[in-house]
Nanobody, 121 residues
């Protein structure tokens, strides 16, 4: 089976930085897009950043200029570097990926378990 595992979350002070990572493993033929979503208390889940297999990124307006998404295709891993963190960034961050398990299958979305990021003094 396909599995996505996130790491790097934790508690950080306002203005600090964290780097999240998410590694995909299992039966994988190819991975197209990978991305990060977050859900803050009392709010709907939202897209934070998204990156295609060729490296082209997209960001939510709220994080542009402060967050950077990247990926290592050889390791099936996506990263999210978060700088100048604000309290409103507090949320559970989840990784997702569009994955083809075999050459004859269509792409399907897979999700990680989520990692907590807390920005507080």
């Amino acid at each position: 089976q396909v599995q996505l595992v996130e790491s790097g979350g934790g508690l950080v002070q306002p203005g600090g930085s964290l780097r999240l990572s998410c590694a995909a493993s299992g039966s994988i033929f190819s991975i197209n897009a990978m991305g990060w979503y977050r859900q803050a208390p009392g709010k709907q889940r939202e897209l934070v950043a998204h990156i295609f297999s060729g490296g082209r990124p997209n960001y939510a307006d709220s994080v542009k200029g402060r967050f950077t998404i990247s990926r290592d295709n050889a390791k099936n891993t996506v990263y999210l570097q978060m700088n100048s963190l604000k309290p409103e960034a507090t949320a559970v961050y989840s990784c997702n990926a569009l994955i083809r398990r075999t050459a004859s299958m269509v792409e399907a979305p897979y999700w990680g378990q989520g990692t907590q990021v807390t920005v507080s003094s």
